[in-house]
């Protein structure tokens, strides 16, 4: 059960990560000191840190689901929030973002990652629970 507990707190840290590079960007964006392009930014920091946190996210929930474990379940219940209370952060601030900024991306990535941190919150509440290991019957 070792490497399971690895795994889940290496995609906490891609989770905390990206809700950093996300509300840093979008703060930069409300008034810019030079030009930026948000979408290929945001599509940047997506692959770099959010689509390996699900990986491993769901890495973990297969590796441990036979048997549960609160401190793993714990690290996804935190890592699901981390992204919902980021990304609803981040959903205020483009009330503030230049027009020019306000490209589909930049609209959309908040939403969809709110919506995505609901499935990690939901495994992480099913790994909470402990499973007894059922003891093997030997007939022989």
Do not use: H
């Not at 992204?83 to 991306?105: H, R, W």
């Amino acid at each position: 059960m070792g490497i399971e507990k690895y795994i889940a707190a290496a995609s906490l840290g891609l989770f905390i990560m990206f809700v950093g590079e996300i509300i840093t960007l979008y703060d930069f964006m409300i008034q810019p000191l030079r030009d930026v392009e948000p979408e290929p930014k945001i599509l940047q920091f997506i692959s770099i840190g959010v689509a390996p946190a699900c990986v491993l996210a769901g890495t973990t929930f297969i590796m441990s689901k036979r048997y549960g474990s609160k401190p793993i379940g714990l690290m996804m219940i935190a890592s699901g929030v981390i992204l919902f209370v980021g990304m609803l952060s981040a959903q205020f601030l483009i009330n503030s973002i230049d027009q020019t900024f306000l490209v589909s991306t930049v609209l959309i990535t908040p939403p969809l990652f709110m919506g995505i941190s609901i499935p990690v919150i939901i495994f992480g509440v099913i790994l909470f629970r402990n499973k007894k290991q059922k003891p093997k019957k030997e007939y022989l």
